[in-house]
């Protein structure tokens, strides 16, 4: 069964730094891997999503992640981050085959300070 | 608009008051499923369904049921609720399973 880890639970970062937010995942097979972000009393929504193909995935609001399978991560990065990116962070991955489920990683929560 | 509409959003009930959340998305998805979301757990599944009159446990369903009578609609029932459950509560569709999944804007329910 897979797992995703997400290694730090809290992030706080001053504005127009750089961030990276660290996801690791295990799986025996291949997989889809997804960055979910959720505003302070919303709902998840779509940042970005690695299905096939190239490695480097770019989303929404200037986030990218890189598929990296010999290290089972799939890290999110930001070159400068901006106050309205606070937020919380989920990490999910989903086999390719087999099992239908999605699983989330437990989630960073990015604060960014003036 | 293209949305998941979870109603209602806020809740607070007593002990073994049955309940019912419900869901309904306009999109067309064949995929639905009822997450719960608990500080330092993240979202667990509960529920989840690939299509009209198929539903499945997810990793926590103990106390909760479901059913997918139609293909927009995914209510969640809580025969029997209990202090446990207090939680926030998501609603998500996809136009299949794996799927970039589309949330609702949550149910927070409090049970004393």
């Known amino acids: 069964a897979q797992s995703v880890t997400q290694l730090d639970s809290q992030v706080p970062v001053f504005e127009e730094a750089p961030v990276e937010l660290r996801c690791n995942y295990s799986?025996?097979?291949?997989?889809?891997l997804f960055w979910y972000v959720q505003y302070p009393n919303q709902g998840l929504q779509l940042l970005l999503k690695?299905?096939?193909?190239?490695?480097l995935v770019k989303g929404i609001n200037g986030f990218e992640a890189e598929f990296n399978k010999s290290q089972t991560s799939f890290h999110l990065r930001k070159p400068s981050v901006h106050i309205s990116d606070t937020a919380e962070y989920f990490c999910?991955?989903?086999?390719?085959?087999?099992?239908?489920?999605?699983?989330f990683g437990k989630g960073t929560k990015l604060t960014v300070n003036p | 608009e293209a949305q998941v509409t979870q109603n209602p959003r806020y809740l607070i009930t007593v002990t073994g008051k049955k309940l019912t959340v419900t869901c309904s998305q306009n999109?067309?998805?064949?995929?639905m499923s009822w997450y719960r979301q608990d500080p330092g757990l993240g979202l667990r599944q509960i529920y989840y369904?690939?299509?009209?009159?198929?539903?499945d446990k997810g990793d926590v369903p103990e106390g909760y049921k479901v059913s997918r009578k139609e293909k927009r609609n995914f209510p969640l029932i809580l025969e029997s609720p209990s202090p446990n459950q207090t939680s926030l509560y998501f609603c998500?569709?996809?136009?299949?399973?794996?799927?970039?999944?589309?949330f609702g804007n949550g149910t927070r329910l409090t049970v004393t």
């Open positions: 998500a569709s996809s136009l299949r399973s794996r799927s970039p999944l589309h």
């Open positions: 799986s025996s097979v291949s997989v889809y």
């Open positions: 690695y299905l096939s193909g190239s490695t």
């Open positions: 999910a991955v989903s086999d390719q085959g087999g099992s239908e489920k999605l699983v």
């Open positions: 999109m067309n998805h064949e995929y």
């Open positions: 369904s690939m299509n009209v009159e198929v539903t």
